[in-house]
Every structure is written in structure tokens, then in C-alpha cells.
């Protein structure tokens, strides 16, 4: 072989799409330094494949150690602390607004642990097919079991049988919100949404829709981004090849996170419906939130912010 060939064996056409790609991970904390340590010891073996790679932690005030276990680490990172916890939209925001436009952002909540090769994965879909503006992974329970994070845009038949049946048995005959078993965790395909806890963005997605919307703090900024995506003309894709486990579980000892899913939801809703229309909805998410105020603080919580969420902006 010529020392030319050589050269040319060794250029970045020659390497695996997911290896020429730009690579910026970014976690939005707050008071999260119980799992942010096993996030980043998850990075190596999730990156593997991917050359160019840089990872932004962004805190959003935390006032619990978070911020030292992220210095405390050896992986390399890059440390945004914010003066203000702006909500995780505003965390994403204020890493992408010091990323190259070129690259791509792989958005991690900071209790995601990445499985082997899973972000290369992701980042090989978006590289392969320029159609595809967002691609997500398969998410696994901490315990091994499947987690349904794929998801039907919001609607009032979604809705109501979810308030009416329950989610977890809508989820199982197909009519929720939550799309449950399906060839789709599987084999892949397109989807309308998936939860906001894991998903790369390619960089014609990031210059086609811009900023995700700091209104909602969150829940519901996923819905609106992923929304947004598929106006542009751009595919949101399941890649099940990428897997990652998710802890999850502060929502449910948190009656505030219930208040804000709640009222984020309908708000999201209002925003693109009638008043009629968002009246239904609110109606089916205060009754839901109502047959299962028994049950805990977060549901209660849940039923006030909805009996007072605004309809829209």
C-alpha cells in the first residue's frame, strides 16, 4: 500500500457512519447527584463507536452535591451551572447554545444508564437516513422489564380512556396515550413521541425547529419539540439496536411533578384546540385525577393543578 493509500485508508469516509458523526451528550440536573455518578460511569461503554464526543453537564442550581460529583468524576466534561433552576427545556437550551451546529445532541435525563454501543446506534439511524430528525432508544426498567416509553399524540380518546379504564389497562388494549406492547420495541419504526428521558437530534433537526419552548419547566416540552420535528417534514424514530436503562420513579413521590404533568398536559393541548375541545380534555384529566385522588398526595395534587391550569398561553 503507498503511504498516499494509507492516508486515505485512515480519512473519515473510510470509518462507520456513527463514527463520523459529532457527538455533543447533555444532562440537565437538578439536585441529582444520587444518580448522576452512575450516568457518567455509563458513557464509555454507551459511546463506544462514536469518536468525536463531548459531554455538558448543565445544573440547574441544585443546592445538594450534584454539581461536585460531576467535577469529582475523571470522564472529561464541560459544567454549565445555571443561576436558576429554569426547568429542563431551559437547561437543554443553554447547553445547545454553546454546540456547533453541526452536531449532533444526545439528551440524557441524569438517571439514564447507557447500554453498549446504544448511542452510536442512534446516532448511525439519524446518519443513515436523512428523513429521520429524532431518534430514540429502547428504555428498560432499572429491574429488567421493558419500560413503554413510546408514545400517540395526545388526544380526547386517548384521554378519556385513560381517565376512564386507567392507564395501565388502556396501555394494554392499545387505546392510550402510551403505545404498550408493539412490534415497535422490536423492530423500530416511526412514532408521534417518546419520553423526553433519552433522544438524539440530528442537526437538520436542530436548525428546523430552534429552541425547545422554556414554558412548560416540565413535561410536555418533549411533546411540543417532537411535534415541532414532525412539522418540519422530519421523521421521530424508534431504534431498539440503542438501549438504555431508566431509575425514574421521582414523579411518583413528588405531588408536585404530578401537579405539573397535569396541567402541562392540558395546557399543551389548548394550545392547538378549540376551547371546546381543551374543555373535554381538561375534563377527562380531572376526572381521571379525581377517581384516583384516594390513592396518594400526587393524584390530589394532580386534580388542583387541573381544575386550574390555564388553557393555553
Not at 485512515?10 to 440537565?28: A, E, F, G, H
Not at 448511542?119 to 437516513?129: G, I
Not at 433519552?198 to 428546523?208: E, M, V, Y
Not at 418533549?222 to 420513579?249: I, S
Amino acid at each position: 500500500m503507498t503511504s498516499q493509500a494509507a492516508v486515505d485508508a485512515l480519512v473519515p469516509d473510510r470509518l462507520p457512519k456513527s463514527s463520523q458523526q459529532k457527538l455533543s451528550v447533555v444532562t440537565v440536573t437538578y439536585n441529582s447527584a444520587r444518580v448522576l455518578g452512575r450516568l457518567l460511569d455509563s458513557v464509555e461503554v454507551g459511546l463506544d463507536g462514536v469518536i468525536d464526543f463531548e459531554v455538558v453537564v448543565v445544573d440547574n442550581a441544585s443546592d445538594d452535591d450534584t454539581v461536585a460529583v460531576a467535577r469529582a468524576h475523571p470522564l472529561e466534561l464541560r459544567i454549565i451551572e445555571s443561576r436558576r433552576n429554569g426547568g429542563y427545556a431551559a437547561g437543554i437550551n443553554a447547553a445547545a447554545d454553546t454546540i456547533a451546529a453541526d452536531r449532533t445532541i444526545l439528551v440524557l435525563n441524569p438517571d439514564i444508564r447507557l447500554m453498549q454501543g446504544s448511542a452510536a446506534s442512534l446516532v448511525a439511524r439519524l446518519s443513515d437516513d436523512s428523513r429521520v430528525g429524532i431518534a430514540v432508544p429502547v428504555m428498560a426498567e432499572e429491574n429488567g422489564a421493558l419500560s413503554y416509553s413510546l408514545r400517540r399524540e395526545p388526544s380526547l380518546a386517548t384521554a378519556w380512556t385513560e381517565a376512564l379504564l386507567g392507564g395501565s389497562l388502556a396501555t394494554r388494549l392499545g387505546i392510550s396515550e402510551v403505545i404498550g406492547p408493539s412490534p415497535l420495541y422490536q423492530v423500530g419504526g416511526c412514532v408521534e413521541w417518546a419520553t423526553g428521558a433519552a433522544l438524539a437530534i440530528a442537526p437538520k433537526a436542530r436548525a428546523a425547529v430552534g429552541d425547545w419552548d422554556e414554558s412548560f419547566f416540565l413535561y410536555s416540552e418533549e411533546v411540543d419539540y417532537m411535534r415541532r420535528v414532525r412539522a418540519a417534514g422530519l421523521r421521530v424514530e424508534c431504534v431498539p439496536a440503542a438501549r438504555v436503562v431508566h431509575v425514574g420513579g421521582e414523579r411518583e413521590e413528588n405531588p408536585r411533578l404530578f401537579s405539573l404533568m397535569a396541567a402541562n398536559r392540558i395546557r399543551d393541548y389548548g394550545r392547538r384546540h378549540s376551547l371546546i375541545s381543551t374543555t373535554l380534555f381538561r375534563a377527562a384529566v380531572i376526572c381521571g385525577e379525581a377517581l384516583r385522588s384516594p390513592r396518594g398526595r400526587g393524584h390530589r395534587a394532580a386534580l388542583r393543578a387541573a381544575l386550574l391550569a390555564r388553557s393555553a398561553d
